[in-house]
């Protein structure tokens, strides 16, 4: 069987010590195959963070499940090699969890099989924040025992990791239709599960940047947070949702038309107007003022200035890490609050509204609400 | 041209990539049937095609359509080269056959491949029409319907019993033909596999003539087998028990008159002798053959030249014995209550029960269960063994010589049933076990006496044939009672009086291979009780290896049912149920396996403890040793009487119990047995000669085998186990439900190995084996596992292997105690004998015993004398009376319980199949929108929480899987998981296809696995069966003895337990 072949791709790491185990009992072989599977969840999630079965007999012991049980370490070490078989029988199955569903090998009761497809496909945020933005290339790949060592996540998983974000990827690229929607559909995850994995396939097919210094105090759920903000606003699919890739690449249109909002820092008079407009809304409401006011016009600079470069991949690459030079980084080294920044952004986005001669609300809104949820999210230590 | 099969291909899904370029599959789909192939269409560049083909035509034979099974091929296209085949899928068409079955099959099937396994599915759809058959005197049997389960079906009646039948049918195994030298393994495995379905449906046909012919309509109970005998042949045989079975119509339920028959011991019938004694082995032809004794053990070695423990034909035969005769002949009659009148009639009964049984050559069954009142009383276990050598048969190609040895072996099991008075065999099975050319040939049974009345023709249809007269055993202990004469017992036994009825006499312990009859009373619950044994032998060749099997035969029989009444005793239990001892040949070792589930039968005394006595006395610090020992033995024996609560009512006992074991008087009969033989004298230690059992300690050995039988670790606390259908003493299972199967071999190191070593490593093979499970399913608990079935191999030189199949199941911890409609009974009666304890004690007073006790010693006509004696008594205690009156209470809430389930069934029964069916049909549904049909397996005839409304056919199939690429495949362990799971999902998807949702009487009869590491190969057999079944949800609470709470639902059960 093909797929039995490929299900075992990585032989040497599990069989290994599969048999090591084996010649101590003198036991050759030792099965047990219920006509419904028995799956552990215990078991499987130190499958799935990659542990050996010899490391896992280890972790349940530590457990005290052999306690509970008046079972002996034979009979967990029997047990665990088992089920460690099973998943790997199963694992190509959920390679394409829709097939999980139809095929005949396995009985498995659909709430187990939400449970068995939902924990393959989770993944590790530590890992995820290393990866994320990066080309899924097999150069990638190459490296992730690096991040392995650097995450102390394991190899055997980081591996898992990283392949489903690159197959959910290869899947999802193609598709017409909301990018959510699509992963939900193709890999039966949760609605919460669809949204990252949009969010990943999202930083990785526009590249942005997440490993820089600078950026580090930001989470993984930050940039899930953000990327969905984008993709929801920003995308082609965000007006017109019948066209291909319209979910993982940014409107060009709307990035041309994003220049127009220089008008606000060349223009002097307007800049000016929208600084009193801003000041005298914030007057008396916050500690930070002075600091606001000192600063309208350079922060102001540097949100329209991330605008009008979008239409430069690179810039793109460089969105949040510009959004934090430019604009937190300079807020926290004046002890703005988030309520400070949560008032000065909205009165900041409001009043450029009631400027005359400006005449790019729309595109303004698009922009800035986006903006201004990423900046709330990403405000903080 | 009786009939028209006709196929149609629909489509395909999950193909395997056949073309590595396009990484896609040009798909096409060959149908054969006989010698008629048709094809589809070629399905290019798709995984997943669509076919939609024609109906595909087969106008063909009945009798054709009974062997033959549909093969349907999945090839790949290839322009240039040859085809590929991607694999096979082959539907048996016999459920389609009788029109009872299923009417259509239609569904996925997994596409198999011997070398790769399951590669994708296939849909299909199959139909059937037959014509009226004209020809009288035709080779087919269509319309006989098989059922593997060894009860009466659920939803059918049974109108007659007609007995044993059993086929055999050989033919050359295409593996050792010339011709599989240069075929590929695949064709070889595809000749073999298609052989055996041809064999197996060719089996199924000529069972299915002889029991038209007997005028019956049905095979309960079938067994069918195979034996790869390598060079001489592939043999398919099989056994069932011939009925004429009714479908359970609207309104009228299953016969549930009881009517147990106190028969009397056979008069007329010579006691034949056991075995045929001193007669010298002719190997090759007729090899010493063994039998295994009833209950309590008794040697036959026949193949030695030392003579038997006893000498079982002159005693045993009327003529030296026949003033006894009269004597225990006429009391018994005298002795129920019905008495004078029920006299004759009875033994018009019994003549005619004997007649109908006496005119069939084998009045032997496969039925485990039976209807309420069909079994009288239970003789005992009655086995027999030959060793036969393979390469002495003269025409391998023809079934006499076979059929001829398992004639002698079905000849002695008869006769072994004679010698305990018994007319018939139930729970009769057959096995053998081959290594080389080395086979040794096994048949069991449970020697019993039956009721004629489902014996007769006619009989059954008004029920009222026979006049009713109070009977004076009730069914809850009339089984237990003695068949045969106490003054000429066939063995040396302990005899009592009922503790149920205090009217007939009961052994002291009884075991049997069939269930336990539901209306039996227990004490406390059941357990599983294995004896375990490997022996070594030297290896050898021909004559010189059979002889030397022979010979370790008998003393491996004696040791494990030693050990088994050891475990028994420990245990504090009185009878074992479901017995099967399995001995198994290897190259340089016998196994032997006996398992079964221990109980405590009310009816039954108490068992005495286990004394261990030290050989040499005087020996302070081995007296002491005796001590300690004798200390875990007793500690063992209360704790166990804890866990599986038996708390039997002590003092009634004493009161009712003593009258009869007169030791004097057993002890003068077993004389006369045993003069003969005073160097097999220590053989009796295990006849329970006397009160205590005792263990004698004389060398290291029997330290070691005490040690072995302490170590026996008791299921962890929420977990029981049994080896039969279910565990004796719960009744109210959920519907939590786990078939598995588990496989170990062990490899023996090269070490130097004593028996010792070697006992010591299966019985540690086997108790780690019940580890794991009760560990695998800890989630279950309160969970029972049942029918545990244990099959043991020596696949080579160093290995042993063990299979295992059960069911976990579910049970309401709440209610465990009692059965529901037993419960406030049963109090009653616990309350009313604390009230009673004192006079009880009064009545126990020492001096009345010993004075009856003597009475009987001075040997006058006892039972007469006794009897009403002993009843007069018994009677002026109060405490006899108080029982007596509430075994009257009990035998009405019997009754009672008997009568509800007959208004409710019939209820339930008026409720049209299809609406059952799409009820079925919609529970399997309703899950997350799950294109696959749930499929429940289990071992056991039903499932707890459902009733089956529909039974679809018999799954018979039988596989093979080859593999080159060990290693890569996960080793033997993933070799073999993976094969076993892909054998689940075929009989899944089979049964599925028929329209059902379940398989009842599952089992798996083979699983040879041969590996060769070195080369990265590694083969394996499996067959398995089972019925095909239709459940529906149970909704309504119903009172039948597996009654189950109400809030049971099925959809539970596929929390991970389905």
């Known amino acids: ?381 | 041209m009786p009939g028209k099969l006709k196929a149609k291909i629909v489509a395909g899904r999950h193909l395997p990539v056949m073309d590595r370029a396009s990484d896609l599959t040009d798909a096409f789909v060959e149908v054969k049937f006989g010698n008629t192939t048709f094809k589809t269409d070629v399905c290019p560049k798709s995984l997943n095609p669509q076919w939609n083909s024609e109906w595909f035509k087969f106008e063909v034979d009945d009798e054709d359509l009974q062997d033959e099974p549909l093969q349907i091929t999945v090839l790949d296209h290839d322009t240039y080269s040859a085809n590929d085949a991607i694999g096979k899928v082959y539907i048996d068409i016999d459920p389609l056959l009788c029109n009872e079955a299923a009417s259509v099959i239609s569904g996925w099937f997994p596409i198999y491949d011997t070398i790769h396994g399951i590669r994708g599915e296939i849909n299909v759809l199959v139909k059937v029409e037959l014509f009226n058959d004209l020809n009288r005197f035709r080779q087919s049997s269509c319309g006989v319907k098989f059922f593997c389960t060894t009860a009466i079906p659920r939803c059918y009646r049974v109108a007659m019993v007609h007995g044993f039948v059993e086929e055999l049918v050989v033919n050359e195994d295409p593996e050792y033909q010339w011709i599989d030298r240069i075929r590929t393994p695949r064709a070889s495995n595809e000749a073999r596999q298609r052989l055996i379905s041809l064999m197996s449906g060719e089996l199924q046909r000529k069972i299915g003539l002889k029991v038209l012919e007997m005028g019956g309509n049905a095979v309960v109970g079938y067994l069918q087998c195979f034996d790869l005998e390598g060079e001489s042949g592939l043999v398919v045989r099989a056994i069932g028990t011939g009925c004429t079975l009714d479908k359970v119509s609207f309104g009228s339920a299953p016969n549930t008159n009881t009517h147990v028959h106190p028969s009397t011991a056979p008069a007329s019938n010579a006691c034949n002798s056991p075995s045929k004694d001193g007669k010298e082995p002719v190997f090759a032809e007729d090899l010493p053959s063994f039998s295994g004794p009833p209950t309590p053990f008794r040697v036959l070695p026949t193949s030695s030249s030392s003579p038997p423990p006893f000498s079982p034909s002159k005693p045993c035969s009327r003529q030296s014995s026949s003033s006894d005769t009269d004597l225990s002949l006429t009391p018994k009659t005298g002795m129920g209550s019905a008495g004078k009148e029920a006299g004759p009639l009875k033994t018009l009964l019994r003549q005619q029960t004997q007649t109908a049984l006496e005119q069939r050559e084998f009045p032997f069954f496969t039925l485990t269960s039976f209807p309420p009142g069909f079994l009288v009383h239970v003789g005992g276990v009655v086995s027999a063994r030959s060793v036969k050598l393979l390469d002495r048969i003269h025409n391998p190609d023809e079934p006499e010589t076979r059929d001829a040895w398992w004639e002698e072996i079905r000849q002695e099991i008869k006769s072994h049933a004679k010698a305990l008075g018994c007319h018939a065999v139930v729970g009769y099975s057959e096995r053998t076990s081959i290594c080389e050319e080395v086979c040794i040939l096994s048949a069991s049974g449970t020697a019993a006496i039956l009721n004629p009345r489902y014996m007769r023709e006619g009989c059954l249809d008004t029920g009222n044939t026979e006049p009713r007269f109070d009977e004076p055993s009730p069914p809850s202990c009339g089984f237990c009672h003695i068949p045969y004469d106490e003054l000429n017992m066939p063995f040396p036994a302990q005899l009592t009086y009922c503790y149920g009825c205090r009217r007939q006499k009961v052994p002291d312990v009884l075991f049997t291979t069939i269930d336990m009859p539901s209306e039996a009373a227990v004490t406390g619950k059941g357990c599983l009780i294995q004896a375990r044994l490997c022996r070594l032998k030297k290896k050898a060749q021909g004559e010189v290896n059979a002889t030397a099997i022979s010979n370790l035969l008998p003393f491996m029989e004696y040791e494990l049912h030693t050990q088994l009444m050891n475990k028994l005793k420990l245990r504090s239990m009185n009878a074992l149920f479901g017995l099967h001892i399995q001995i198994s040949v290897g190259e340089n070792m016998l196994l032997g396996l006996a398992s079964a589930t221990g109980v405590y039968l009310t009816a039954l005394p108490a068992p005495g403890g286990v004394q261990i006595a030290g050989k040499t006395p005087g020996d302070m610090s081995n007296e002491h040793h005796i001590l300690t020992i004798q200390k875990r033995i007793n500690d063992t024996i209360a704790k166990n009487k804890e866990l599986y609560q038996i708390n039997p009512p002590e003092l009634t006992e004493e009161v009712v119990g003593s009258p009869i074991p007169e030791p004097r008087q057993r002890s003068r009969l077993f004389r006369s047995h045993s003069e003969s033989s005073d160097e097999l004298s220590e053989l009796d230690l295990s006849h329970g000669k006397k009160d205590a059992f005792v263990l004698e300690i004389d060398d290291t050995d029997a330290v070691e085998d005490i040690h072995s039988l302490l170590t026996d670790a008791s299921p962890p606390s929420g977990f029981y186990s049994c080896n039969t259908e279910i565990m004796p003493g719960i009744f109210n299972w959920t519907s939590g439900v786990q078939m598995f199967t588990s496989v170990r071999v062990f490899r023996l190191s090269n070490a130097n190995l004593t028996n010792q070593g070697l006992n010591k490593i299966f019985t540690d093979l086997c108790e780690n084996l019940l580890k794991s499970f009760y560990f695998k399913l800890r989630s279950m608990i309160p969970c029972c596992l049942c029918h545990l079935n244990f099959t043991v191999a020596v696949p080579e030189e160093e290995l042993i292997q063990v299979a295992v199949t059960a069911v976990a199941m579910t049970f309401d911890k709440e209610q465990i105690l009692e059965k529901p409609g037993d419960k406030i009974i049963t109090k009653g009666c616990i309350e009313g004998e604390e009230q009673l304890q004192f006079s009880m004690e009064l009545c126990a007073d020492s001096s009345g015993i010993s004075t009856q006790q003597l009475s009987k010693i001075s040997g006058v006509p006892e039972s007469t004398n006794v009897s009403p004696r002993a009843a007069s008594v018994d009677y002026g205690s109060f405490a006899d009376r108080c029982s007596t009156w509430l075994e009257l209470i009990r035998l009405k809430a019997h009754t009672i319980r008997r009568g509800s389930i007959k208004t409710i069934s019939s209820l339930e029964r008026s409720s049209p199949l299809p609406e059952g069916r799409s009820r079925s049909l919609r529970s399997n549904r309703s899950f997350g929108g799950s294109s696959v049909t749930v499929v429940k397996m289990t071992p056991l005839s039903f499932l707890p929480g459902t009733r089956i409304i529909k039974y679809l056919g018999i799954i018979n199939m039988f596989f093979i899987r080859e593999t080159t690429s060990l290693r890569e495949e996960g080793g033997v362990s993933g070799f073999l998981h993976t094969f076993i799971a892909e054998v689940f999902a075929m009989v899944r998807a089979h049964v599925a296809a028929l329209g059902g949702n379940a398989v009842v009487s599952y089992s798996m009869k083979e699983c040879m696995l041969m590996e060769n590491p070195n080369k990265n190969q590694a083969q394996c057999l499996i067959n398995v069966s089972g019925d095909a079944v239709i459940c529906v949800i149970e909704t309504d609470q119903e009172p039948i003895h597996t009654a189950v709470g109400p809030r049971q639902t099925c959809s539970s059960g596929a929390d991970g337990t389905t």
């Not at chain 1, 499958?47 to 010899?54: A, F, Y």
């Open chain 1, 1 to 381: 069987m093909q797929g039995v072949n490929r299900a075992r791709g990585e032989p040497g790491l599990e069989s290994g010590c599969h048999y090591d185990a084996l010649d101590k009992m003198a036991v050759e072989l030792d099965v047990f195959v219920g006509n419904t599977t028995i799956m552990d969840e215990e078991v499987y999630q130190l499958w799935l963070d990659g542990h050996t079965v010899n490391d896992a007999v280890k972790v349940r012991m530590e457990g005290g499940v052999l306690e509970e049980c008046e079972a002996s370490a034979d009979v967990l070490m029997s047990d665990t090699m088992d089920q460690y078989r099973t998943f790997q029988m199963c694992e190509r199955l959920l390679h394409s969890p829709t097939k999980l569903a139809n095929q005949l090998l396995f009985q498995i009761p659909p709430h187990r099989q939400a449970i068995l497809i939902e924990r393959y496909y989770a993944f590790d945020d530590v890992f995820v924040r290393e990866v994320l933005g990066k080309k899924l290339s097999k150069g990638t790949k190459k490296d992730l025992d690096d991040v392995s060592a650097k995450t102390g996540v394991t190899l055997k998983s980081c591996r898992r990791q990283f392949d489903n974000f690159k197959r959910v990827f290869k899947v999802v690229e193609e598709l017409k239709g909301r990018l959510v929607e699509n992963i939900r559909q193709h890999f039966l995850l949760s609605d919460k599960l669809s949204r990252d994995y949009a969010a990943i396939v999202f930083f990785a097919n526009n590249r942005f940047e997440t490993g820089k210094r600078k950026l580090m105090f930001l989470t993984f759920q930050d940039f899930a947070f953000c990327g969905g903000q984008l993709i929801n606003n920003w995308t082609v699919g965000a007006v017109d949702n019948m066209v291909e890739d319209m979910d993982v690449d940014l409107d060009k249109e709307f990035l041309q038309e994003l220049k127009e909002l220089k008008i606000l820092i060349a223009d002097k008079d307007l800049l000016d107007q929208h600084k009193s407009l801003v000041c005298t809304a914030l007057r008396g409401k916050t500690k930070a003022f002075n600091e606001m006011e000192a600063n309208f016009k350079n922060l102001s600079r540097g949100l329209v200035n991330i605008a009008a470069k979008l239409t430069n991949t690179k810039d793109v690459r460089d969105f949040f890490i510009d959004l934090v030079e430019k604009f937190i980084e300079p807020c926290r080294s004046d002890r703005w609050t988030a309520a400070d920044m949560r008032l000065y952004l909205t009165h900041y986005t409001n009043s450029a509204h009631i400027l005359d001669t400006f005449k790019h609300q729309l595109v303004w809104d698009r922009y800035m609400g986006v903006i201004k949820s990423c900046i709330f999210k990403m405000y903080h230590d």
